[in-house]
């Protein structure tokens, strides 16, 4: 099975999407059915979504946070958090996921591209900061409000949102000299260009996955086979 080798002067930048998580019995979507645990994206998903009908993405992000609560990390989620404490402030992580498996597992240097499913902000984007809140709603009434009085969301960034701090992303990405990308299908942007990002400065990299991705023609390395049975071994 492929090695790969870390330098000392090498600096590693993982992306990791929701096929990490697969593992810890969370659906993924696109490689299935579609759908995301059984409904269509532009219904629970999307600003018109929230827009329509609130009481409906609230109950499917309840459901993502009861289910994301009992799921426990795998071992890929170890393997990169072991890197981390190797590499130090060498190595960088990106996830799309909005489940906290990576944080749970030891992961320190890591930003969340796509939201929280743990925070709720401000419907309003008042200013207010995205507060702690893993509540299960059991209806809409229950949820709660920002000072300014605007029903708090789900801190998620619907599709046709802007990912969150794409500045400090794109700025490790030119920095790194490998990039690891762990289960995504490449069919979400910006985070499917990032591979592309990072060959513009000569960059080592390697995608991990059970298919090939959508972007595979990108990577100079494609290693197929699960997350928790490839990432423990991958890095020598
Ligand atoms: N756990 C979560 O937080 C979660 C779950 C579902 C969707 N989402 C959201 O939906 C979007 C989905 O896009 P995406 O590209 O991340 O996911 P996706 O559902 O489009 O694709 C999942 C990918 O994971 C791969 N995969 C499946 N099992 C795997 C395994 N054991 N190891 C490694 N890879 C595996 C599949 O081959 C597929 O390419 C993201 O923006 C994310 O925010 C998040
Ligand atoms: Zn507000």
């Known amino acids: ?106 992961s320190v240097r890591l930003v969340h591209m796509h939201g929280e499913l743990a ?20 209806s809409l009434s229950a949820v709660g409000r920002c000072k300014c009085g605007a029903r708090l969301r789900p801190h998620i960034v619907f599709f046709g949102e802007i990912p969150l701090e794409m500045g400090r992303i794109q700025a490790e990405i030119d920095k790194a000299s490998l990039m690891v990308v762990v289960g995504t299908s490449g069919s979400v942007y910006p985070a499917a260009n990032f591979v592309h990002w990072a060959r513009q400065h000569g960059a080592r990299t390697v995608y991990v996955g059970p298919e090939k991705p959508l972007n595979a023609s990108a990577f100079t390395h494609v290693v197929e086979g699960k997350a928790g049975e490839v990432l423990p071994g991958l890095f020598a």
Request: charged share 25%; hydrophobic share 40%; glycine share 8%.
């Open 119 to 138: 925070k709720s902000r401000c419907g309003a984007e008042c200013g207010e900061v995205p507060v702690a809140d893993r509540t299960v709603y059991e």
């Open 1 to 106: 099975m492929l090695k790969i080798s870390i330098a000392d002067e090498d600096r590693v930048f993982v992306l990791t999407g929701a096929g990490i998580s697969a593992e810890s019995g969370l659906p993924t979507f696109r490689a299935s059915d579609g759908l995301w645990a059984g409904h269509r994206i532009e219904d629970v998903c999307t600003p018109e979504a929230w827009e329509r009908n609130p009481g409906l993405v609230w109950e499917f992000y309840s459901a993502r946070r009861a289910q994301g609560a009992m799921a426990e990390p795998n071992p890929a989620h170890f393997a990169l958090a072991d890197l981390e404490r190797r590499l130090g402030t060498r190595f960088f992580l990106c996830t799309q996921n909005v489940d906290d498996l990576h944080e749970r597992a030891g």
